[in-house]
């Protein structure tokens, strides 16, 4: 009878452990979705103001027309197409990050969905008063020391689960990191030439290019950084700082149309300054997976240390 309880415990003690994680989960994937939605309906009002202040200098005034005679006209164009860029991939970041947390919203509700979930409260209540039941008529001191060395089991067993899904995480962030990391290397390099070298129409748009490609590894490597911003929040004592991977320090510029050492220069700068912060972050992954993995080696001890207690009562 003793043994069923504790089987019984231990099983609704995961089953309970789960179900609040999953739903502390969806509490924040909502609220970081809210905020995003806010800051992408942000981006497109200013993104729409950009587009309507290069329609409005394409049109004709008399201001414009003196801006032609006077040579400034070039000038106030460039500057208002180089401000549309970069506000339209500012508002496509925040478009992609919508549907990522909204699809990862939408899984956390599937999950929560799931029939071990369904009745857990009333199971864990009954099992309750059946093991309060229990130990008022079989009250011993071996069966509360077993009691306590269980229950410690259950908590050792569901960190060490949380680490391997957090040491998984951070695997597949360094992936998606190395991934960028690889493909801002090409850009440079290309950017080099570009730069110093004046490859021309033809080396500009191979070096957007890549910067292009660059652009959708980076937006893979802060989804999985994220989940693994997640997954590190149910492990206990993890750092969680310094996973933000600012997507606008890569974006295109205007010097494909309008090609001079400046714009160059500047693209070239803001690609090296990518590569350091991409860097950087992949620093932390690789230092926190180190204290993931002394973490679980220490819980794996406790486990051992647990079991021996459990088979000293027992044997004895």
Known sequence: ???????????????RMNHRRLLKRLEQTSEKL???KKTRDQLHRQLTKEQQDVVKLGKFSFANKISEW???????????????????????????????????EQDLRKKLEHPDFMYI?????????????????NDSVANQTLQKIADGRVRVFAMVREIDEALEAGEKAKRALDGAMKKLDSAEGISM????????????????????????LVQQAQRALRHYETELMDVQDA??????VNQNDIFTFTDVFFDN??????VHTRITDAKKKLHAVLQDVRRIQDQLTRKRAASEEEIRQLDQQQDDIIMS
């Open 1 to 15: 009878m003793r043994q069923d309880i504790h089987e019984r415990q231990y099983t609704l003690q995961e089953k």
């Open 34 to 36: 809210l905020a995003m």
């Open 70 to 104: 006077t040579g400034t006209w070039d000038e106030k164009m460039k500057k208002e197409i180089e401000e549309a860029a970069q506000a339209e991939l500012k508002f496509n970041e925040a478009e992609k990050n919508v549907i990522d947390l909204s699809e990862e």
């Open 121 to 137: 409260v009333e199971d864990w209540e009954d099992l309750l008063r059946e093991k309060e039941s229990w130990i008022r008529m």
């Open 193 to 216: 030439w570009d730069t110093f070298l004046g490859g021309g129409i033809f080396v500009s748009a191979l070096k957007y290019s890549e910067i292009n490609s660059s652009d959708d």
């Open 239 to 244: 750092a969680t700082d310094s996973f933000q």
């Open 261 to 266: 050492i400046f714009s160059d220069w500047m």
